[in-house]
Nanobody, 128 residues
């Protein structure tokens, strides 16, 4: 049973920082890519950032480039999202997701389809 658990969310003022963590357990031994998605109140779930198993390739939605940094520690089975210069529009529930790193993942990583496992999410609230 694969389990993804997010942590690190909270309330922060505009311009502040948070570091989200995604801890994976029960995953079979394989190459998994990981991504962070978010959804605000009444909005669809959208891709924020993704990282390959090796960590050598990272991907970001334009709105967070230069402010967010994704990284991973495979020895600890954790993926992180460092969020700096936070804005009120970053307010959302942030979820991590994992999917096998296949050619399909590289083609569709911004969509929900390539991901087999999802966490429950952690709330991030940025006040103005």
């Amino acid at each position: 049973q694969v389990h993804l658990a997010e942590s690190g969310g909270g309330v922060v003022q505009s311009g502040g920082s948070l570091r989200l963590s995604c801890a994976a357990s029960g995953r079979p031994v394989s190459r998994y890519a990981t991504a962070w998605f978010r959804h605000g109140a009444g909005l669809n779930r959208v891709f924020v950032s993704g990282i390959t198993w090796s960590g050598r390739s990272t991907f970001y939605v334009d709105s967070v480039k230069g402010r967010f940094t994704i990284s991973r520690d495979n020895a600890e089975n954790k993926v992180y999202l460092q969020m700096d210069s936070l804005k009120p529009e970053d307010t959302a529930v942030y979820l991590c997701a994992e999917g096998r790193e296949t050619s399909d993942w590289y083609s569709y990583y911004r969509q929900r389809n390539p991901y087999e496992y999802w966490g429950q999410g952690t709330q991030v609230t940025v006040s103005s």
